[in-house]
């Protein structure tokens, strides 16, 4: 059976209580799980076992009392449960003495392949599986793959198959069993409400991106930006967003900074806890996309698509996408999505080429794809499926 390791300290399946603090709006990339297991005889099953927070930062929190520790995840996780609305009959935890030749953990590597890992290895070696996403695998990609390593019951799994990308295998040579892809799914609320052909003939660009040369502490991107020689994980969007005039009668530019960089060590400090992707999520992106015949989504450097993709092709826009991040997703190029070199000058080459007749039966189609395959049921099976494969 599937437990979930410290899901109160991130974004990825709910609201983390330092998300309502700070006022930020949570992705939810993978909230589906939540409400798919929340309606099993099952429930959601969890460890909560006192080595990360959602609050304290792991080089602090690691030198707290293991007591005290405890009782900080514990009261982090009761007020998860309450801001999410969840039953306390449907959420069962489970002791790390307890965990068993049955279990498979899902972790995400984002903040549980960091820190004191060896205070975890002996339960996380006792489970049948450990599965780690790599969603954000490129934040201190070095010590996170050194630490999953040290597991013999480890699987890496993500929102694509990244196994062929150059980053990946830099850092996760090591690494022999099959990819997990585990991709996110596509809210209800993204549909087709205008025909393709009422739209207007220009491409939609949406996303953030981060200057990671301004990040804070900047030892967690050095490898990524060593490795890629780049500071930012979305080099398109960041080329689109500087040349936005310019390139304004082809693309509609929807992209925004990740958050104001502000100079100075007081306000540079305070510009981390201000994220302008507020603004971006003030949007009706669900309108935006279907005002629009195309849209890209600057995937990221490192492999993964993004959610925003899927979200306009199932408002019947045509994707444009970088054929690399979309392995192991059924998506067949020119059938479902059009494609391009990942590139601003192999963009643009792209959309000056499009020929309309096919674009519109292209966008049905990936729009009928993403709706039958990424709704939140049909999402929740494959990782199931995927578990059982272990």
Not at 26 to 43: C, N, S, T
Not at 141 to 157: F, H, Q
């Amino acid at each position: 059976m599937v437990i979930l390791y410290n899901p109160h300290v991130d974004d990825f399946l709910a609201e983390p209580p330092h998300f309502r603090l700070l006022r930020r709006r949570p992705l939810k990339k993978y909230g589906f799980l939540i409400d798919e297991m929340a309606v099993r005889p099952e429930g959601i099953r969890i460890i909560v076992d006192g080595e990360v927070s959602a609050f304290v930062p792991q080089h602090v929190f690691s030198r707290i009392p293991t007591f005290l520790r405890k009782i900080i995840a514990a009261l982090e996780f009761n007020v998860w449960k309450k801001l999410n609305n969840l039953l306390y009959s449907a959420c069962k935890v489970v002791r790390v003495e307890d965990v068993g030749k049955d279990d498979v953990i899902l972790a995400f590597s984002y903040k549980a392949a960091s820190g004191c890992f060896e205070k975890r290895l002996k339960y996380l070696s006792s489970a049948r599986a450990v599965v780690f996403h790599l969603s954000h695998y490129f934040v201190s990609t070095g010590e996170k793959s050194e630490n999953m390593r040290k597991l013999e019951n480890v699987y890496l799994g993500g929102d694509s198959d990244i196994s062929g990308n150059s980053y990946f295998k830099e850092h996760f040579s090591w690494y022999k069993r099959p990819f997990l892809v585990l991709p996110f799914s596509v809210a209800p609320r993204f549909q087709m409400r205008q025909s393709y052909y009422d739209r207007e003939n220009r491409c939609v660009a949406t996303g953030s991106f981060h200057d990671l040369a301004m990040e804070k502490p900047s030892f967690k991107y050095s490898d990524y930006m060593k490795s890629s020689g780049t500071a930012t994980y979305h080099p398109l969007r960041r080329a689109i967003f500087k040349e936005k005039e310019r390139l304004s009668e082809l693309i509609a530019c929807h992209v925004s900074p990740y958050r104001k960089y502000e100079e100075g060590v007081f306000r540079s400090f305070l510009s981390h806890f201000s994220v302008s992707q507020k603004k971006y999520f003030a949007q009706d992106i669900v309108l935006i996309y279907n005002q629009y015949k195309y849209a890209v989504v600057g995937e990221e450097l490192s492999g993964f698509p993004a959610l925003g993709a899927f979200e306009a092709m199932a408002c019947g826009t045509l994707l444009l996408g970088d054929p690399s991040c979309y392995k192991g997703l059924g998506l067949v190029e020119n059938q479902h999505y059009v494609a391009y070199d990942g590139t601003l000058p192999g963009l643009l080459s792209t959309i000056n080429r499009i020929g309309q007749s096919d674009c519109r039966k292209i966008a049905e189609a990936g729009c009928q794809y993403v709706t039958t395959n990424f709704n939140p049921s049909a999402i929740y099976q494959r990782w199931c499926s995927q578990f059982n494969k272990i």
